[in-house]
């Protein structure tokens, strides 16, 4: 009786070729899930990436307006005789920067130098999008008919920074000085691009610079400001100074850091393919404890953001690995069937052995295609 009973037991244990190719069916689908989730994921933050570098492109192009829009002519009419002032920057300080709070602070010494009497571009120029914080004039020259000014201004500029590829992001972040007592047929900026630069001692926490340009642009204003000597409907144009400066993430150890507690939980919850699935308290236990894990770090980096709709490379990174985390606890649950309800131990095991294979490989397929589609 004792030996039909193992004989029985044992034919139970055996893995039949059904059973076995199930396994491999199951890995290759989740394998196949895997890679199709990096393809899609990291293709749209490379689409991402590829539309942003467009953008930063356009916004220091002259020939581009705003949001890729055409913009008002660069030639003026034939009766436009302007003041033509030459200005240029120099960036001493990047005082500090906020992607959450959608600002940053910038120390500059902002030149003119231009020929006339009829037009003051330094008298009351304006940063565009920007509060000027101090504003003291550092030197006066006067030769003849040419003047020149120079400031030393603190100025605070709003900034809706792009986080959708946030930590792996790049920004280019412009100083647009206007002067709005003058329209661009009466005063033209003309860059100083040979003196205009960044000093080499501007650093910003995160971030570093990596290239720089300035330009003149004409902005058009979609109303007369009341002015009633532009007819209605008139665009009132302004000689617009532009310098920017080109920032993005350098290295690694920024987004090893955001993420390593979460790639440790998903490690853990992995482990749990080492237990024995009637071991429920340890089995299941470690992905729970895992997810919790997850979560309280998808709110951290969540925190780090502004408070938008826009799905980021780091909610992406977080939901991965949550997804991960559940579907280990899913074949948790069919490995423990296997092995008490069918009493199928052995099959139970190879289950668990693939199973770990697999989602060790697509998980690191997909955390790797993901960084790399995001950085510059």
């Known amino acids: 009786m004792s030996d039909e009973h193992d004989r029985q037991m044992d034919e139970r244990d055996t893995i039949t070729p059904t059973e076995r190719r199930n396994v491999w069916i199951w890995a290759v689908t989740l394998f196949v899930f895997f890679a199709a989730a990096a393809l899609v994921t990291a293709g749209a933050v490379y689409k991402n990436k590829i539309a942003s570098i467009e953008r930063h492109r356009d916004r220091m192009n002259p020939d581009v307006g705003e949001g890729g829009t055409k913009p008002p002519p660069a030639a003026l009419s034939a009766e436009a005789n302007p003041v033509r002032a030459q200005v240029g920057i120099y960036i001493d300080r990047i005082i500090d920067l906020s992607v959450k709070e959608a600002r940053w602070t910038v120390d500059f010494y902002l030149w003119f130098r231009w020929n006339g009497t009829g037009v003051d571009p330094s008298e009351n120029f304006q940063i565009v999008d920007g ?11 006067t030769s003849g008919g040419e003047r020149y000014v120079l400031y030393r201004v603190v100025a605070r500029i709003t900034k809706f920074f792009d986080v959708s590829r946030f930590p792996r992001d790049d920004h280019v972040l412009t100083i647009n000085i206007e002067s709005p007592a003058s329209e661009r047929r009466e005063l033209l900026f003309v860059a100083d691009k040979e003196s205009s630069g960044v000093s080499s001692r501007v ?4 971030y570093s610079t990596y290239q720089e340009g300035v330009l003149e642009k004409p902005h058009a204003y979609r109303s007369t400001h009341g002015d009633p000597r532009l007819a209605a409907g008139t665009e009132k144009v302004q000689s617009q100074f532009r310098m920017g400066v080109w920032i993005h993430r350098q290295g690694s150890g920024f987004y ?3 993420f390593v507690a979460l790639f440790a939980a998903v490690g853990v919850a992995m482990l749990a393919f080492f237990i024995k699935p009637t071991d429920v308290d340890p089995r299941f236990g470690l992905g729970v404890g895992a ?14 953001v ?5 799905i980021t490379l780091a909610d992406i990174v977080n939901h991965v690995g949550i997804l991960t985390i559940f579907l280990s606890l899913l074949q948790s649950a069919i490995s423990l069937y296997l092995y008490e309800k069918r009493g199928k131990k ?5 289950f668990d052995q693939v199973s ?3 989602f060790l490989a697509g998980y690191l397929v997909i955390n790797l295609a993901l960084p790399w ?3 510059l």
Request: hydrophobic share 40%.
């Open 346 to 350: 052995t099959l139970s095991r190879l």
């Open 203 to 206: 650093r910003i926490p995160g």
């Open 256 to 258: 090893l850091k955001m």
């Open 291 to 304: 997810l919790g894990a997850v979560i309280v770090n998808t709110y951290v980096t969540s925190s780090l």
């Open 373 to 375: 589609a995001a950085t």
């Open 131 to 141: 509060t000027i914080e101090s504003k003291e004039k550092a030197d006066e020259y």
């Open 356 to 358: 770990f294979v697999v």
């Open 306 to 310: 502004p408070d938008t709709g826009v």
